[in-house]
Protein backbone atom coordinates (compact mmCIF):
# COMPACT_ATOMS: atom_id res chain seq x y z
CA UNK A 1 0.00 0.00 0.00
CA UNK A 2 1.05 3.58 -1.26
CA UNK A 3 1.65 5.83 1.69
CA UNK A 4 -0.53 8.92 1.50
CA UNK A 5 1.03 12.28 1.66
CA UNK A 6 1.36 13.72 5.41
CA UNK A 7 1.77 17.05 6.43
CA UNK A 8 2.89 17.68 10.50
CA UNK A 9 1.60 20.04 12.71
CA UNK A 10 3.71 20.19 15.91
CA UNK A 11 2.05 22.84 18.22
CA UNK A 12 4.59 24.69 20.57
CA UNK A 13 3.69 27.84 21.36
CA UNK A 14 3.14 27.58 24.93
CA UNK A 15 4.91 29.42 27.87
CA UNK A 16 4.93 26.22 30.62
CA UNK A 17 4.20 28.36 33.17
CA UNK A 18 4.46 25.57 35.41
CA UNK A 19 7.85 24.38 34.35
CA UNK A 20 8.91 27.66 36.83
CA UNK A 21 11.84 28.40 33.59
CA UNK A 22 13.39 30.78 31.39
CA UNK A 23 13.43 27.87 28.11
CA UNK A 24 10.59 27.37 26.63
CA UNK A 25 8.79 24.37 27.58
CA UNK A 26 9.53 22.61 24.43
CA UNK A 27 13.22 23.12 24.95
CA UNK A 28 13.74 20.69 27.72
CA UNK A 29 15.59 18.18 27.36
CA UNK A 30 14.66 14.09 27.55
CA UNK A 31 17.32 12.03 26.47
CA UNK A 32 19.68 15.33 26.06
CA UNK A 33 17.65 15.97 23.13
CA UNK A 34 14.78 19.21 23.25
CA UNK A 35 11.72 17.63 24.29
CA UNK A 36 10.57 19.37 20.40
CA UNK A 37 12.81 16.63 18.80
CA UNK A 38 11.60 13.80 20.55
CA UNK A 39 7.76 14.96 19.06
CA UNK A 40 9.32 15.48 15.25
CA UNK A 41 11.14 12.60 15.28
CA UNK A 42 8.15 10.66 15.98
CA UNK A 43 6.48 12.84 13.27
CA UNK A 44 9.37 11.98 10.52
CA UNK A 45 8.13 8.33 10.92
CA UNK A 46 5.68 9.00 8.66
CA UNK A 47 7.89 10.28 6.31
CA UNK A 48 5.92 14.06 5.73
CA UNK A 49 6.47 16.25 3.09
CA UNK A 50 5.82 19.05 5.05
CA UNK A 51 6.78 19.97 8.64
CA UNK A 52 5.28 23.01 10.18
CA UNK A 53 6.25 24.30 14.09
CA UNK A 54 3.82 26.43 15.51
CA UNK A 55 6.14 28.61 17.88
CA UNK A 56 5.37 31.58 20.51
CA UNK A 57 7.04 31.82 23.61
CA UNK A 58 10.90 31.61 23.03
CA UNK A 59 9.66 31.70 19.47
CA UNK A 60 13.48 32.23 18.02
CA UNK A 61 14.94 29.76 20.33
CA UNK A 62 12.11 27.46 19.55
CA UNK A 63 12.71 27.92 15.81
CA UNK A 64 16.49 27.60 15.96
CA UNK A 65 15.86 24.17 17.74
CA UNK A 66 13.66 23.04 15.22
CA UNK A 67 15.85 23.86 12.65
CA UNK A 68 18.96 22.07 13.96
CA UNK A 69 16.82 18.81 13.52
CA UNK A 70 16.08 19.56 10.19
CA UNK A 71 16.80 22.40 7.97
CA UNK A 72 13.51 21.60 6.25
CA UNK A 73 11.32 22.62 9.35
CA UNK A 74 9.37 25.28 8.60
CA UNK A 75 8.48 27.81 11.42
CA UNK A 76 5.14 29.79 12.35
CA UNK A 77 4.93 32.74 15.15
CA UNK A 78 1.52 32.33 17.27
CA UNK A 79 2.01 35.51 18.67
CA UNK A 80 -0.88 35.03 21.22
CA UNK A 81 -1.65 31.54 22.56
CA UNK A 82 -5.21 31.68 22.20
CA UNK A 83 -5.82 27.92 22.10
CA UNK A 84 -4.83 24.52 20.24
CA UNK A 85 -7.31 25.68 17.51
CA UNK A 86 -5.76 29.22 16.98
CA UNK A 87 -2.68 27.52 16.82
CA UNK A 88 -3.07 25.04 13.61
CA UNK A 89 -4.74 28.11 12.47
CA UNK A 90 -1.32 29.93 12.16
CA UNK A 91 0.02 26.73 9.87
CA UNK A 92 -3.07 27.34 7.25
CA UNK A 93 -1.51 29.71 5.10
CA UNK A 94 1.95 27.48 4.85
CA UNK A 95 -0.44 24.15 4.37
CA UNK A 96 -3.40 25.73 2.48
CA UNK A 97 -2.56 23.84 -1.02
CA UNK A 98 -0.56 20.68 0.79
CA UNK A 99 -2.31 17.34 -0.66
CA UNK A 100 -3.10 14.87 1.92
CA UNK A 101 -3.48 14.45 5.52
CA UNK A 102 -2.15 16.50 8.40
CA UNK A 103 -1.68 15.46 11.53
CA UNK A 104 -1.03 17.46 14.59
CA UNK A 105 1.27 16.65 17.56
CA UNK A 106 2.44 18.35 21.00
CA UNK A 107 6.34 19.72 21.35
CA UNK A 108 6.03 18.44 25.19
CA UNK A 109 4.64 15.04 24.18
CA UNK A 110 7.81 13.51 23.89
CA UNK A 111 6.90 9.24 23.58
CA UNK A 112 4.12 8.73 20.84
CA UNK A 113 4.88 5.92 19.03
CA UNK A 114 5.32 5.58 15.14
CA UNK A 115 3.12 2.41 14.92
CA UNK A 116 0.12 4.41 16.83
CA UNK A 117 1.06 7.89 14.16
CA UNK A 118 0.75 4.87 11.50
CA UNK A 119 -2.84 2.72 13.03
CA UNK A 120 -4.32 6.50 12.85
CA UNK A 121 -3.31 7.20 8.97
CA UNK A 122 -4.96 3.65 8.74
CA UNK A 123 -8.08 4.56 10.67
CA UNK A 124 -8.72 7.74 7.85
CA UNK A 125 -10.13 5.08 5.75
CA UNK A 126 -13.40 4.53 7.60
CA UNK A 127 -13.17 8.52 10.21
CA UNK A 128 -12.76 11.69 8.30
CA UNK A 129 -11.51 12.57 11.69
CA UNK A 130 -9.02 10.27 14.05
CA UNK A 131 -8.34 11.09 17.45
CA UNK A 132 -5.58 9.18 19.53
CA UNK A 133 -7.44 8.74 22.76
CA UNK A 134 -6.25 6.75 26.18
CA UNK A 135 -7.89 5.01 29.30
CA UNK A 136 -5.97 7.48 31.99
CA UNK A 137 -5.43 5.68 35.41
CA UNK A 138 -6.20 9.18 36.79
CA UNK A 139 -8.02 11.04 34.14
CA UNK A 140 -7.57 14.37 35.97
CA UNK A 141 -8.04 17.50 33.97
CA UNK A 142 -7.44 16.21 30.41
CA UNK A 143 -10.34 16.42 27.54
CA UNK A 144 -12.93 13.33 28.00
CA UNK A 145 -13.70 11.46 25.03
CA UNK A 146 -17.12 10.68 24.21
CA UNK A 147 -17.33 7.38 22.56
CA UNK A 148 -19.59 4.84 21.19
CA UNK A 149 -16.91 1.67 20.44
CA UNK A 150 -14.48 3.61 17.69
CA UNK A 151 -16.71 6.28 17.04
CA UNK A 152 -16.00 9.32 18.61
CA UNK A 153 -18.82 12.22 19.30
CA UNK A 154 -17.47 14.86 20.66
CA UNK A 155 -14.50 15.88 22.98
CA UNK A 156 -15.67 17.67 25.89
CA UNK A 157 -12.95 19.90 27.84
CA UNK A 158 -12.58 19.55 31.98
CA UNK A 159 -13.26 22.79 32.17
CA UNK A 160 -16.60 22.78 30.09
CA UNK A 161 -17.27 19.00 31.58
CA UNK A 162 -20.24 17.84 33.54
CA UNK A 163 -19.91 15.45 36.36
CA UNK A 164 -21.29 12.63 34.14
CA UNK A 165 -18.84 13.51 31.66
CA UNK A 166 -16.07 14.22 34.14
CA UNK A 167 -16.40 10.15 34.76
CA UNK A 168 -15.23 9.31 31.41
CA UNK A 169 -11.44 7.65 31.87
CA UNK A 170 -11.03 7.64 27.86
CA UNK A 171 -9.03 10.72 27.23
CA UNK A 172 -8.08 13.08 24.34
CA UNK A 173 -3.45 12.77 24.11
CA UNK A 174 -4.18 15.97 21.58
CA UNK A 175 -2.90 14.43 18.54
CA UNK A 176 -5.22 14.50 15.72
CA UNK A 177 -5.44 13.63 11.90
CA UNK A 178 -7.59 14.42 9.03
CA UNK A 179 -7.32 15.90 5.30
CA UNK A 180 -5.59 18.75 5.42
CA UNK A 181 -8.52 21.13 3.66
CA UNK A 182 -10.88 19.54 5.93
CA UNK A 183 -9.14 20.34 9.41
CA UNK A 184 -8.34 24.04 8.42
CA UNK A 185 -11.94 24.60 7.53
CA UNK A 186 -13.39 22.83 10.50
CA UNK A 187 -10.61 25.03 12.53
CA UNK A 188 -11.58 27.98 10.74
CA UNK A 189 -14.95 27.73 12.13
CA UNK A 190 -13.55 27.09 15.77
CA UNK A 191 -15.48 29.84 18.26
CA UNK A 192 -14.09 30.55 22.01
CA UNK A 193 -17.42 30.67 23.82
CA UNK A 194 -16.33 27.79 26.07
CA UNK A 195 -14.86 28.04 30.21
CA UNK A 196 -11.20 28.72 29.09
CA UNK A 197 -12.37 31.30 26.51
CA UNK A 198 -9.62 29.82 23.77
CA UNK A 199 -10.18 28.48 20.45
CA UNK A 200 -10.76 24.62 21.34
CA UNK A 201 -8.74 21.93 18.85
CA UNK A 202 -10.89 19.47 20.28
CA UNK A 203 -14.27 21.09 19.31
CA UNK A 204 -13.45 20.02 15.69
CA UNK A 205 -14.97 16.79 16.08
CA UNK A 206 -18.27 17.99 16.96
CA UNK A 207 -18.14 20.25 14.12
CA UNK A 208 -17.08 17.28 11.79
CA UNK A 209 -20.26 15.16 13.09
CA UNK A 210 -22.11 18.16 12.66
CA UNK A 211 -21.62 18.01 8.93
CA UNK A 212 -22.45 14.52 8.91
CA UNK A 213 -18.87 13.21 8.62
CA UNK A 214 -17.49 10.48 11.04
CA UNK A 215 -14.62 10.71 13.85
CA UNK A 216 -12.66 7.81 15.15
CA UNK A 217 -10.74 7.40 18.48
CA UNK A 218 -7.58 5.05 18.36
CA UNK A 219 -6.23 4.32 21.66
CA UNK A 220 -2.60 4.02 23.05
CA UNK A 221 -1.34 2.96 26.34
CA UNK A 222 -1.32 6.18 28.45
CA UNK A 223 2.46 5.73 28.26
CA UNK A 224 3.04 7.14 25.08
CA UNK A 225 0.84 10.12 25.44
CA UNK A 226 2.45 11.42 29.29
CA UNK A 227 2.98 15.27 28.59
CA UNK A 228 5.51 17.09 30.69
CA UNK A 229 3.83 20.06 32.26
CA UNK A 230 6.34 20.25 35.27
CA UNK A 231 10.10 19.38 35.91
CA UNK A 232 8.92 16.83 38.28
CA UNK A 233 6.89 15.30 35.00
CA UNK A 234 10.14 15.96 33.00
CA UNK A 235 12.06 13.79 35.70
CA UNK A 236 9.40 11.06 35.08
CA UNK A 237 9.99 11.54 31.30
CA UNK A 238 13.65 11.19 31.55
CA UNK A 239 13.19 7.82 33.76
CA UNK A 240 10.80 6.59 31.07
CA UNK A 241 13.15 7.44 28.23
CA UNK A 242 15.85 5.64 29.96
CA UNK A 243 13.78 2.68 30.18
CA UNK A 244 12.83 2.44 27.18
CA UNK A 245 16.50 3.28 25.36
CA UNK A 246 17.85 0.36 27.67
CA UNK A 247 14.91 -1.86 26.55
CA UNK A 248 15.73 -1.14 23.15
CA UNK A 249 19.67 -1.89 23.50
CA UNK A 250 19.29 -4.86 25.08
CA UNK A 251 16.85 -6.17 22.45
CA UNK A 252 19.10 -4.66 19.42
CA UNK A 253 22.18 -7.55 21.02
CA UNK A 254 24.21 -4.66 23.17
CA UNK A 255 25.27 -5.85 26.27
CA UNK A 256 24.64 -3.68 29.07
CA UNK A 257 26.13 -5.03 32.40
CA UNK A 258 24.21 -2.89 34.56
CA UNK A 259 21.42 -1.42 32.41
CA UNK A 260 19.84 0.94 34.78
CA UNK A 261 23.53 2.55 35.19
CA UNK A 262 23.69 3.43 31.89
CA UNK A 263 22.22 6.51 30.17
CA UNK A 264 21.27 7.31 26.45
CA UNK A 265 20.54 10.22 24.42
CA UNK A 266 17.84 10.44 22.09
CA UNK A 267 20.07 9.64 19.28
CA UNK A 268 22.83 7.29 21.08
CA UNK A 269 23.61 4.17 18.10
CA UNK A 270 24.75 1.19 19.65
CA UNK A 271 26.00 -1.27 17.51
CA UNK A 272 24.81 -5.31 17.56
CA UNK A 273 27.34 -6.65 19.69
CA UNK A 274 28.78 -3.30 21.69
CA UNK A 275 29.82 -4.04 25.08
CA UNK A 276 28.67 -1.36 27.76
CA UNK A 277 29.56 -1.53 31.41
CA UNK A 278 28.28 0.44 34.41
CA UNK A 279 27.93 3.88 34.72
CA UNK A 280 28.32 5.08 31.53
CA UNK A 281 26.95 8.16 30.28
CA UNK A 282 25.94 8.98 26.60
CA UNK A 283 25.80 12.44 25.13
CA UNK A 284 24.21 13.54 22.01
CA UNK A 285 25.65 12.52 18.53
CA UNK A 286 27.40 9.19 19.91
CA UNK A 287 28.01 5.98 17.57
CA UNK A 288 29.51 2.83 18.80
CA UNK A 289 30.04 0.22 16.48
CA UNK A 290 29.79 -3.62 16.58
CA UNK A 291 31.69 -5.33 18.60
CA UNK A 292 33.61 -2.31 20.32
CA UNK A 293 33.41 -1.91 24.06
CA UNK A 294 32.81 1.26 26.89
CA UNK A 295 34.23 0.17 30.51
CA UNK A 296 32.55 1.52 33.32
CA UNK A 297 32.63 5.17 34.21
CA UNK A 298 33.15 6.88 30.47
CA UNK A 299 31.23 10.34 29.36
CA UNK A 300 30.94 10.61 25.69
CA UNK A 301 29.34 12.82 23.78
CA UNK A 302 29.57 14.11 20.17
CA UNK A 303 31.99 11.42 19.29
CA UNK A 304 32.31 7.94 17.02
CA UNK A 305 33.81 4.76 17.96
CA UNK A 306 34.47 1.79 15.65
CA UNK A 307 34.51 -1.39 15.94
CA UNK A 308 37.08 -3.56 17.83
CA UNK A 309 37.85 -0.19 19.74
CA UNK A 310 37.87 -0.61 23.87
CA UNK A 311 37.30 2.69 25.73
CA UNK A 312 37.96 3.43 29.33
CA UNK A 313 36.81 2.68 32.38
CA UNK A 314 37.08 6.60 33.16
CA UNK A 315 37.41 7.97 30.21
CA UNK A 316 35.96 11.19 28.65
CA UNK A 317 35.28 11.67 24.64
CA UNK A 318 34.27 14.61 23.76
CA UNK A 319 32.63 16.55 20.10
CA UNK A 320 34.65 15.82 17.00
CA UNK A 321 36.32 12.11 18.84
CA UNK A 322 36.99 9.63 15.95
CA UNK A 323 38.00 6.40 17.16
CA UNK A 324 39.29 4.01 14.33
CA UNK A 325 38.82 0.28 14.76
CA UNK A 326 41.15 -1.23 17.25
CA UNK A 327 41.63 1.69 18.75
CA UNK A 328 42.68 1.63 22.83
CA UNK A 329 42.14 4.26 24.84
CA UNK A 330 42.31 3.77 29.08
CA UNK A 331 41.88 5.62 32.07
CA UNK A 332 41.49 9.31 33.03
CA UNK A 333 41.97 9.71 29.30
CA UNK A 334 39.92 13.12 27.26
CA UNK A 335 39.87 13.04 23.80
CA UNK A 336 37.94 15.92 21.88
CA UNK A 337 38.29 17.19 17.93
CA UNK A 338 40.96 14.10 17.48
CA UNK A 339 41.10 11.83 15.38
CA UNK A 340 43.06 8.46 16.34
CA UNK A 341 43.60 6.22 13.17
CA UNK A 342 43.56 2.45 13.64
CA UNK A 343 45.21 0.75 16.52
CA UNK A 344 46.24 3.88 18.02
CA UNK A 345 47.06 3.27 22.08
CA UNK A 346 46.02 6.15 24.28
CA UNK A 347 46.75 4.10 27.88
CA UNK A 348 46.24 6.39 30.89
CA UNK A 349 46.30 10.34 32.20
CA UNK A 350 46.09 11.80 28.55
CA UNK A 351 44.71 15.02 26.88
CA UNK A 352 44.33 15.01 23.19
CA UNK A 353 42.43 18.03 21.44
CA UNK A 354 42.66 19.50 17.73
CA UNK A 355 44.53 16.58 16.91
CA UNK A 356 45.63 13.59 14.11
CA UNK A 357 46.97 10.21 15.46
CA UNK A 358 48.33 7.77 12.51
CA UNK A 359 47.65 4.55 12.75
CA UNK A 360 49.28 2.07 15.73
CA UNK A 361 50.89 5.51 17.31
CA UNK A 362 51.35 4.95 20.79
CA UNK A 363 50.71 7.93 23.53
CA UNK A 364 52.19 7.82 26.73
CA UNK A 365 50.85 8.26 30.04
CA UNK A 366 50.53 11.85 30.78
CA UNK A 367 50.68 13.24 27.09
CA UNK A 368 48.76 16.43 26.76
CA UNK A 369 48.25 18.39 23.23
CA UNK A 370 48.76 21.98 24.54
CA UNK A 371 46.03 22.72 21.68
CA UNK A 372 45.05 26.88 23.25
CA UNK A 373 47.51 30.01 23.84
CA UNK A 374 44.71 31.57 26.04
CA UNK A 375 43.09 33.02 22.40
CA UNK A 376 43.05 30.28 19.64
CA UNK A 377 43.48 26.77 19.19
CA UNK A 378 46.24 25.17 17.81
CA UNK A 379 46.44 21.64 15.84
CA UNK A 380 48.67 18.89 16.55
CA UNK A 381 49.50 16.09 13.79
CA UNK A 382 51.57 12.82 14.81
CA UNK A 383 52.35 10.31 12.06
CA UNK A 384 51.72 6.86 11.84
CA UNK A 385 53.70 4.40 14.44
CA UNK A 386 55.30 7.06 16.59
CA UNK A 387 56.08 6.43 20.04
CA UNK A 388 55.17 9.78 22.28
CA UNK A 389 57.00 9.56 25.54
CA UNK A 390 55.08 9.54 29.08
CA UNK A 391 54.93 13.08 30.04
CA UNK A 392 55.04 14.76 26.56
CA UNK A 393 53.74 18.43 26.47
CA UNK A 394 52.90 19.05 22.77
CA UNK A 395 52.74 22.68 21.98
CA UNK A 396 50.70 22.83 19.63
CA UNK A 397 50.62 24.18 16.69
CA UNK A 398 53.31 20.93 16.53
CA UNK A 399 53.72 18.04 14.67
CA UNK A 400 55.81 14.73 15.07
CA UNK A 401 56.66 12.60 11.91
CA UNK A 402 55.70 8.74 11.32
CA UNK A 403 57.85 6.71 13.55
CA UNK A 404 59.12 9.04 15.38
CA UNK A 405 59.65 9.28 19.35
CA UNK A 406 59.85 11.44 21.77
CA UNK A 407 61.78 11.18 24.85
CA UNK A 408 59.28 11.38 27.98
CA UNK A 409 59.21 14.79 30.05
CA UNK A 410 59.86 16.10 26.62
CA UNK A 411 58.09 19.58 26.20
CA UNK A 412 57.78 19.67 22.04
CA UNK A 413 57.93 22.84 20.78
CA UNK A 414 59.69 22.29 17.24
CA UNK A 415 58.30 19.94 14.60
CA UNK A 416 60.44 16.65 14.63
CA UNK A 417 60.69 14.67 11.53
CA UNK A 418 59.76 11.25 10.50
CA UNK A 419 62.21 8.25 12.00
CA UNK A 420 64.21 11.19 14.58
CA UNK A 421 63.87 11.14 18.49
CA UNK A 422 63.17 14.25 20.00
CA UNK A 423 64.58 15.33 23.41
CA UNK A 424 62.94 18.67 24.77
CA UNK A 425 63.91 18.43 28.61
CA UNK A 426 67.13 19.60 31.23
CA UNK A 427 69.59 17.09 31.76
CA UNK A 428 69.65 14.97 34.29
CA UNK A 429 72.30 16.10 37.37
CA UNK A 430 73.66 13.62 39.67
CA UNK A 431 75.63 14.63 42.55
CA UNK A 432 76.79 11.08 45.02
CA UNK A 433 76.06 11.30 48.35
CA UNK A 434 74.06 14.60 48.51
CA UNK A 435 70.73 13.53 49.43
CA UNK A 436 71.78 12.19 53.19
CA UNK A 437 74.17 14.76 53.37
CA UNK A 438 71.16 16.94 52.81
CA UNK A 439 68.74 15.16 54.90
CA UNK A 440 71.05 15.60 57.53
CA UNK A 441 71.37 19.22 57.33
CA UNK A 442 67.90 19.62 57.33
CA UNK A 443 67.48 17.58 60.71
CA UNK A 444 70.47 19.30 62.40
CA UNK A 445 68.50 22.66 61.46
CA UNK A 446 64.62 21.85 63.25
CA UNK A 447 66.69 20.80 66.19
CA UNK A 448 68.81 23.55 66.17
CA UNK A 449 64.90 25.85 66.11
CA UNK A 450 63.35 23.47 68.46
CA UNK A 451 65.85 24.10 71.40
CA UNK A 452 65.71 27.89 70.62
CA UNK A 453 61.81 28.17 71.75
CA UNK A 454 62.16 26.28 74.47
C1 LIG B 1 -5.10 19.83 25.57
C2 LIG B 1 -6.46 19.36 25.02
C3 LIG B 1 -7.02 18.28 25.94
C4 LIG B 1 -6.05 17.15 26.10
C5 LIG B 1 -4.68 17.67 26.56
C6 LIG B 1 -3.67 16.56 26.50
C7 LIG B 1 -7.44 21.23 23.82
C8 LIG B 1 -8.45 22.31 23.88
N1 LIG B 1 -7.34 20.48 24.91
O1 LIG B 1 -5.38 20.46 26.80
O2 LIG B 1 -8.24 17.79 25.43
O3 LIG B 1 -6.55 16.19 27.02
O4 LIG B 1 -4.21 18.72 25.71
O5 LIG B 1 -2.46 16.97 27.05
O6 LIG B 1 -6.80 21.07 22.81
N2 LIG B 1 -0.46 25.32 22.43
C9 LIG B 1 -0.09 26.25 21.48
N3 LIG B 1 -0.81 27.39 21.35
C10 LIG B 1 -1.90 27.64 22.11
C11 LIG B 1 -2.28 26.68 23.08
C12 LIG B 1 -1.55 25.53 23.21
O7 LIG B 1 0.89 26.06 20.77
O8 LIG B 1 -2.52 28.70 21.91
C13 LIG B 1 0.33 24.09 22.55
C14 LIG B 1 1.02 23.97 23.91
O9 LIG B 1 2.31 24.51 23.86
C15 LIG B 1 1.01 22.47 24.13
C16 LIG B 1 -0.22 21.98 23.40
O10 LIG B 1 -0.54 22.99 22.48
O11 LIG B 1 2.14 21.85 23.53
C17 LIG B 1 -1.38 21.71 24.33
O12 LIG B 1 -1.74 22.88 25.00
P1 LIG B 1 -2.17 22.91 26.51
O13 LIG B 1 -2.49 24.30 26.89
O14 LIG B 1 -1.19 22.17 27.35
O15 LIG B 1 -3.53 22.08 26.41
P2 LIG B 1 -4.30 21.39 27.59
O16 LIG B 1 -5.11 22.41 28.30
O17 LIG B 1 -3.39 20.54 28.37
CA1 LIG C 1 -0.99 20.31 28.64
Given at each position: MSRPTVSLIVLA??????????????????GAAPMLHHALRAGQSLEPERVVVVAGHGAEQVARAARAFDETVEVVVQ?????TAHAVAQAAPLL???PGEVVVLYG?????RPETLERMIEMRARHAVVVLGFEAADPGRYGRLVTRGEDLDRIVEWKDATDEER????????VICAETHLLFSLVSEV???NAAGEYYLTDVVALARAKGLSAGVAICDEAET?????RAQLAAAEAEFQSRARAAALEDGVTLT????VFFALDTFLGRDAIVGPNVVFGPGVTVESGAEIRAFCHLEGCHISRGATVGPFARLRPGAELAEDVHVGNFVEIKNAVLDEGVKVGHLTYLGDAHVGEHTNIGAG??????DGVNKHRTEIGAHAFIGS??????PVSVGARAMTASGSVITEDVPAEALAVGRARQVTKPGLATRLMEMFRAARDASKKGTN
Open positions: AGQGTRMNSDLPKVLHRVAEQLGADADTPFIAITICNSGGNALGVNTAPDTTVTCNYDTMLVA
